[in-house]
Structure formats: C-alpha cells, structure tokens
C-alpha cells in the first residue's frame, strides 16, 4: 500500500506557532519534486513538543494541501494507548490514508505489551497502520516475531524500520512476507533495504533532496539497481550530514540555507545547530548543489 519515498516533513515554527504558509510550501515542493507520501507529526516533525491542537492542525493542513495528490501517512502514536487511539481516530476524521504509530517509549513495555498496544489501536480505528520501530529513541524494540503477529491484524500493513540492523529487516520480510510494507527508518539504508525486498523510506533526507531521493527508489523498486546505487552513493553524504547532531536540528537548518522555510526555528529542548556544525553542512549541501557556493572572499 505504501511504497517508495515518502518524506518525514519538518514542522516549521514562526516566533513559537506553527508556521502554516511554510507548511503548505514544503509539501507543494516535495510532490512538486516526486516524494510519494508526506509523513507529518513524526519525530522530524518535533510531534513530542506540538500541544494536541497544533498536532491536529497539522495533520489536517497537510492532508488538505495535499488534496489526494500523493498519500498521507499521519504520525498518531504514543506511549499512552487512549492518547494514541484519539490521534488515529482524528487522523482518519481527516482523511488521512494511514496511521504512523510508534512503539510505546519510556514506559518500555514488553513484546506481549507492544502487541496488545498496537492491537487495541488496530481493531478501534480502522485505518491502515504503519509501525515505527526506532530503539534508540523510544528504549524498545519490537522483535521480528511481535511484527508477525501483528501482520496478520487487516489494517497493520507494514513498518518504519529505524533499529539500524539489516538482520531485523530481513528476519520482518522472511516472517511477514511481500505483502507488508517494510520501509526504511534510515536514509542509508534506504537502497539495500530495497535490495533484500524493502518497499523504500520514511525520510529525513527527502526534505532536502525529495527528487534524488524518489528517483532512487523509482530505479530500485523498478529493478534498475545500478543506476539506482549511482544515485545512492550521490546521496550517502546528505545521509550522513544530516544527523551530525539530533534531528531535525540539521535539516531545519539546510531548509533555511536553502531559503524554503524563513527561520529554522526549533522548540526547546533543541536548540539550534552549533556554528562548526553550520559551516560543515553548509559545505556539503553547496557541494551537493543545493545552495549556490559561497563566493570566495578576494585576496588583499
């Protein structure tokens, strides 16, 4: 149901509200440019900070900006189940075409607790459900045999893979089958991925360079795998630049580098990107030809 690359958008702030007219920008330039699906209210999104108004507004600007040109796939989860169902339930009031829903954190609980929360919100709200398995944020993880399980629930059809481990993708394709969507939670495995039987990304990288990286999945879902790693490679150092410090503090920055959001602006706890830091992605996407080069200073 869900393939391809779909883009984690950033959630643009303007003197500490929601930056609407920036929202709508962002997304007419990500299906502008061939990203398959806007994800908004996740982890790039800054869903932990938005109030459960502002969560709502956006998840229902975005499904109307997009107007059905692309598929929206609504962060909706939590660590609380009641929280969780009432996002999912506005979710589909809006007219989102999924659910993005995240393992539980802080309260960790255990593989029979995952799957009880996620079956709960399942067969209360009947809207296709994406899992989102991201341990290094949440402190769990679902185990391969916990997301085989789940499978079998109708409206579970598939999961953000973020563990950074190609064995716990491959253990979730052999035990789950093609039917369900496995999709990258990390840009830089985003092509092998595909290669072992992926369906493509939730991405941080497409905010900056949604054509790239909708050409590289076209190519690899296509079977084009060459040219498809040939754009791979091209992409690896945005991969890796853009988590230089915690997202979505560098990827706000390149989008006002970039001139498509007027301020990077960020709620605490994060703050802004460090200078060193500045000058290093300011680097890399000049190099990559996001912004023109820096004009050298002439000599004395």
Partial sequence: MFEGANVAIVTPF????????????????????????IVPCGTTGES??????????????????????????AGTGSNNTAEAIALTRFAKRAGADGALM????????SQAGLYSHFEKVAKTVDIPIVLYNVPGRTGSSIDP???????????????KEASGSMKQVTDIIARCGSDFAVLSGEDYLTFPLICVGGKGVISVVSNVEPKGMADLCNLALGGKLQEAQHIFYKLLSLCHILFI??????????????????SGELRLPLVQLSEANQERLRKEIEACGLIPKAAKKAKA
Avoid at 48 to 73: A, D, M
Avoid at 102 to 109: A, M, S
Avoid at 245 to 262: C, R, S, Y
């Fill in 48 to 73: 932990p900070t938005l109030t459960v108004e502002e969560h709502e507004r956006v998840i229902e600007i975005t499904v109307e900006h997009v107007n059905k040109r692309v598929s929206v796939i």
């Fill in 102 to 109: 995240i393992t539980p954190y802080y309260n960790k609980p």
């Fill in 14 to 37: 303007k003197n500490g509200m929601l930056d609407e007219v920036s929202l709508r920008n962002l997304i007419d330039f990500q299906i502008e440019n061939g990203t398959h699906g």
């Fill in 245 to 262: 410090e915690t997202n979505p503090v560098p990827v706000k920055a390149a989008l006002t580098m970039m001139g498509k959001i007027p």
């Fill in 145 to 159: 045999d916990t997301v085989s399980k789940l499978s079998k629930i109708d409206n579970i059809v598939g999961i």
